[in-house]
Structure formats: structure tokens, C-alpha cells
């Protein structure tokens, strides 16, 4: 099992940034990627951006390309997002997730990641 907690969420003002946590533990030795996601009130979970753990390619979602920035430190077993420009539309929950399953390319299917976080709340104000 892999056990993962967000933490950095707050409220921002449109235009700012923040910068994401998450934290794993457990059989980290299992992962192979590590995705962030969003979910907003009444709308269905979407992608964000994903890291792989070891090379550390990244993929982004295109409503955050150029604006956010996932990395991962690997000695702390630690995965960020860097959210620069933020919009009120980037007000939702943000939950981290771990795949164990190597993939050619970086999924952003939230069907294919194996364990998630509690979530952390972002709130842009307008």
C-alpha cells in the first residue's frame, strides 16, 4: 500500500501562485507516476499533470500548460505543483495520486492510478 497527503492548499488571489505538497509513504517503490488532479463543485474529476518518478518526464493538461509546473524530489518521496497565473477557474480540490504501472506515455485517466490523497482545497479569488 502507498499512503499520500496533500497539503499547501489555501486562498489565493487571481494572479497569484501556490505551491502544492504531496507526501508518500509506505511502498513507494512501487510507483511509477505520480499524478495531480482537480475536481471542482457540481463538474467530474479532470487531470492536471503527472511526473514519472524516475526519469521524471512530465505531461500537463492543456488548461495548465505554461502555467503550472510538476516536479518530484525523490529522496523526499515528494511530489509538487507549482501553480503560477492562477485563475478562479482553478478553484477545486487537487488530489494527488500514484500509478504502479508503467506505461509508455503518462495516463490522465483517474481510472488508472491506484491510490489517492484526501485532497487539498485551492480557492482563487476573483
Known amino acids: 500500500q502507498v499512503q499520500l497527503v496533500e497539503s499547501g492548499g489555501r486562498l489565493v488571489q487571481a494572479g497569484g501562485f501556490l505551491r502544492l505538497s504531496c507526501g508518500a509513504s509506505?511502498?513507494?517503490?512501487?510507483?511509477?507516476?505520480m499524478g495531480w488532479f482537480r475536481q471542482a463543485p457540481g463538474k467530474e474529476r479532470e487531470f492536471v499533470a503527472a511526473?514519472?518518478?524516475?526519469?521524471?518526464?512530465?505531461y500537463y493538461a492543456d488548461s495548465v500548460k505554461g502555467r503550472f509546473t510538476i516536479s518530484r524530489d525523490n529522496a523526499k518521496n515528494t511530489v509538487y505543483l507549482q501553480m503560477n497565473s492562477l485563475k478562479p477557474e482553478d478553484t477545486a480540490v487537487y488530489y494527488c495520486?500514484?500509478?504502479?504501472?508503467?506505461?509508455?506515455?503518462?495516463?490522465?485517466?483517474?481510472?488508472?492510478?491506484?491510490?489517492w490523497g484526501q485532497g487539498t482545497q485551492v480557492t482563487i479569488s476573483s
Open positions: 509506505g511502498r513507494t517503490f512501487s510507483i511509477d507516476a
Open positions: 495520486a500514484a500509478d504502479r504501472t508503467y506505461r509508455r506515455v503518462l495516463s490522465d485517466s483517474a481510472d488508472r492510478y491506484d491510490y
Open positions: 511526473i514519472r518518478w524516475s526519469r521524471g518526464d512530465t
